[in-house]
C-alpha cells in the first residue's frame, strides 16, 4: 500500500513538473526597425518606412539592451511590466560620460513577429510610433 501511495503521488508531482513551462518574455530577442510614425500635429510626418540605417534593437534574457544602426549606440538596462505594457530603458552613459536620461516607452503591441512601441522622444518632445521586425 505504501509502494502504491509513492508511486502515485510520484507520478503525480512528476506530471505537475513536466507541464510546468518556463515562459521566455516575448521581448527578448533581436528586433529591427522597419517603420515610424512621428506625429504630424508636431511638425511630424505621420508613417514613413525605415529604408536606411535601420535601427536594430537587442532585448536580453539577463535585462540588458543594445541599439545599434550603422554604429554601435546605446545600450544599458531595461525593465519590461508585461501587465502595464511600461518598457522601462536605463540608458549607460556614453563613451564621453555624457549622461544620458532614462526613458520609459510604452509596448503599443507585441506578436511573435512585430513589436510596436509609443514614446515621447526627450530630445524634440515629439511623439513617435516605431514598428519593429523580429529577426530571431
Known sequence: MKNLLFISCAIFFTSV???????VPAIIGQWRNTAIYTDPAQGGHGW???TRFNEIVTFEPDSKFRFITDVPGSRGIYIFNPSSKDLRLNFENDPAGNV????????ESM???QLIITFVSPVDGMFYKSVYSRIN
Open 48 to 50: 514613413e518606412t525605415v
Open 17 to 23: 513538473i513536466s507541464c510546468k513551462k518556463e515562459t
Open 100 to 107: 544620458i536620461p532614462s526613458e520609459t516607452r510604452k509596448v
Open 111 to 113: 506578436s511573435e513577429d
